[in-house]
């Protein structure tokens, strides 16, 4: 596993505590886990509704929130070969996901990294590789699949004359692509650093104090605009404290790097989103299972909080913001990443990102490889789909065009605090996110009952009716199910049938695109 620095004295939130009733929710005759979360209880059908004015006007989508963090340690986990080559399988993997954005070189890797260098250090090995996946080669798999780079600097071993001279490389010299002759993209977005904000437990020499950071930060700034004036630079802050725990062994760091801040950044990065995420045994049972499906909107609520925070420290500069590592981690030595409830996750996740406004991009950790950490699992030839690449597939089909406001009705439970997620009244059991392009209507439904099979209606509005309509389904017997292996999902494909209103059927703990067009 490839998470680098721990989370200044974090410790799991009260995943034992009682759960409480919720709006519609009900529960167990000994005050435990509600029904709907529970498998102990006879099932009953979950009746919901969603409402969409499908000719109503919508917002443009932003489908920046589908990208992924690229290394260049192990051959760019597993996409390149020792010739530096990229693998077919996984290539042929990547371009069906269509990532629109990739970061490159990889969180700590970047404190050690240096471009120009043929071998770099892998910073929690201590070995010395060959740079397969270097710069040439991921501006060339942004060319394969149409992503946008985003590069993070070197700002602990690094210089301002090396980050300068990247941007000159990338962006006024310009590389040539070994695989069809033309000038590779530009580096538009650029990361000064990682996670200054942390320290590296094991590496000491790697942890630079916030006036440190400062003081570098306004050097590398300074340089790289004197290359390129119209580069986005983005700076990485930090909430202190996420559910009532600190996050940081910094207080106040965002405001003392930005209040001696001279130079100007254009984004705000967080990496305020892996959840549910405790230190020590990972939560379990009723409790894993809720602080997954309630994740999302807690990163909506720190999300929110964040907005505060760099519009205090900005006034009237509309800073957005960028979550440049995202992924579903229930602890420090936990695999829930790769299971369909981390996929769950991740899919509700991007639901919220989509909906943020000001959210520049977003990045999952990570593309492939890396432990149990990439969408992409497998070696080489043998590469495949894991939980979460799956349902980011789903999320990018539904994600096109407008988004649409919609209603959702549904059976709602409370939910206890655990780990970085706060504690609900009332969370849905039914989340959704619908898009237009053109007379083609999609909606992503992500239904969080862990027994019960939902009977969804969709009520168009307006005077459209729906036609030539298809439902995909992803769902599982055991959303905990940790092998690493592709067909964790069992997906299935059926055609309801249309008009004004149509009835949609879900099976617990599932993912599902709805599609139709309509007239």
């Known amino acids: 596993m490839q998470r680098r620095r721990f989370l200044h004295t974090l410790s799991m939130g009260a995943a034992s505590l009682p759960w409480l009733p919720g709006c519609g929710g009900s529960v167990s005759a000994d005050g435990g886990a509600p029904a709907s979360f529970s498998s102990s209880s006879t099932p009953v059908l979950h009746q919901a509704t969603l409402t969409v004015n499908?000719?109503?006007?919508?917002?443009?989508?932003?489908?920046?929130?589908?990208?992924?963090?690229?290394?260049?340690?192990?051959?760019g986990d597993n996409l390149v070969d020792a010739n530096g080559v990229f693998y077919p399988a996984p290539l042929a993997q990547v371009r069906a996901l269509q990532p629109t954005v990739l970061r490159y070189p990889g969180g700590l890797q970047s404190d050690v990294f240096h471009w120009q260098r043929a071998r770099n250090e892998h910073v929690f090995t201590g070995a010395i590789q060959p740079m397969l996946m270097s710069t040439r080669r991921v501006l060339e798999l942004c060319e394969a699949t149409g992503a946008e780079p985003l590069f993070t600097v070197n700002v602990v071993t690094g210089t301002p004359e090396e980050a300068a001279a990247w941007v000159r490389q990338t962006n006024v010299d310009r590389i040539v692509s070994s695989a069809t002759g033309r000038l590779l993209p530009r580096v538009a977005f650029w990361e000064i650093g990682n996670e200054p904000y942390l320290q590296v437990d094991f590496r000491g020499d790697l942890t630079l104090a916030p006036a440190e950071f400062t003081r570098r930060a306004n050097l590398f700034i300074?340089?790289?605009?004197?290359?390129?004036?119209?580069?986005?630079?983005?700076?990485?802050?930090?909430?202190?404290?996420?559910?009532?725990?600190?996050?940081?062994?910094?207080?106040?760091?965002?405001?003392?790097?930005?209040?001696?801040?001279?130079?100007?950044?254009?984004f705000a990065s967080f990496h305020n989103a892996y959840m549910p995420l405790a230190v020590g045994d990972a939560p379990t049972g009723a409790a894993r299972y809720a602080a997954a499906m309630a994740g999302a909107e807690g990163v909506r609520d720190s999300l929110a909080r964040a907005r505060a925070l760099v519009d205090e420290l900005r006034p009237?500069?509309?800073?957005?913001?960028?979550?440049?590592?995202?992924?579903?981690?229930?602890?420090?030595?936990?695999?829930?990443?790769?299971?369909?409830?981390?996929?769950?996750?991740?899919?509700?996740?991007?639901?919220?990102?989509a909906e943020t406004p000001g959210l520049l991009l977003a990045n999952h950790w990570?593309?492939?490889?890396?432990?149990?950490?990439?969408?992409?699992?497998?070696?080489?030839g043998n590469a495949f789909n894991r939980a979460t690449a799956d349902v980011m597939a789903l999320v990018g089909a539904t994600l096109r065009g407008e988004r649409l406001a919609a209603l959702v009705e549904c059976d709602s439970v409370a939910?206890?605090?655990?780990?970085?997620?706060?504690?609900?009244?009332?969370?849905?059991?039914?989340?959704?996110?619908?898009?237009?392009?053109?007379?083609?209507?999609?909606?992503?439904?992500?239904?969080?009952?862990?027994?019960?099979?939902?009977?969804?209606?969709?009520?168009?509005?307006?005077?459209?009716?729906?036609?030539?309509?298809?439902?995909?389904?992803?769902?599982?017997?055991?959303?905990?199910?940790?092998?690493?292996?592709?067909?964790?999902?069992?997906?299935?494909?059926?055609?309801?049938?249309?008009?004004?209103?149509l009835v949609a059927g879900l099976p617990p703990h599932s993912v599902s695109l709805l599609e139709m067009t309509y007239s």
């Not at 919508?58 to 690229?70: A, E, I, K, M």
């Not at 300074?222 to 390129?228: G, I, P």
């Not at 986005?232 to 930090?238: H, R």
């Open 54 to 75: 499908a000719t109503a006007t919508g917002t443009p989508v932003n489908r920046r929130v589908l990208g992924h963090n690229v290394e260049w340690v192990d051959g």
């Open 222 to 266: 300074a340089a790289m605009r004197a290359v390129d004036a119209s580069v986005q630079i983005g700076l990485p802050l930090t909430l202190d404290a996420l559910n009532g725990q600190s996050v940081t062994p910094y207080p106040g760091f965002s405001r003392s790097v930005a209040g001696a801040l001279t130079e100007r950044f254009d």
């Open 316 to 353: 009237g500069a509309a800073i957005p913001l960028a979550v440049t590592e995202h992924a579903a981690l229930f602890s420090s030595a936990d695999t829930g990443s790769t299971t369909p409830l981390g996929a769950m996750y991740v899919a509700d996740l991007l639901r919220v990102l």
């Open 366 to 380: 990570s593309l492939s490889g890396n432990g149990r950490f990439g969408a992409i699992g497998g070696q080489g």
């Open 415 to 501: 939910t206890p605090s655990v780990g970085l997620v706060p504690a609900r009244g009332a969370l849905p059991l039914l989340s959704a996110l619908v898009c237009r392009e053109g007379r083609v209507l999609r909606a992503l439904l992500i239904h969080k009952d862990a027994q019960r099979s939902a009977q969804v209606q969709v009520v168009l509005g307006s005077s459209a009716l729906a036609a030539s309509i298809s439902l995909t389904t992803l769902s599982t017997d055991d959303v905990n199910d940790t092998a690493d292996v592709p067909g964790l999902w069992q997906r299935a494909g059926t055609a309801p049938a249309g008009g004004r209103q």
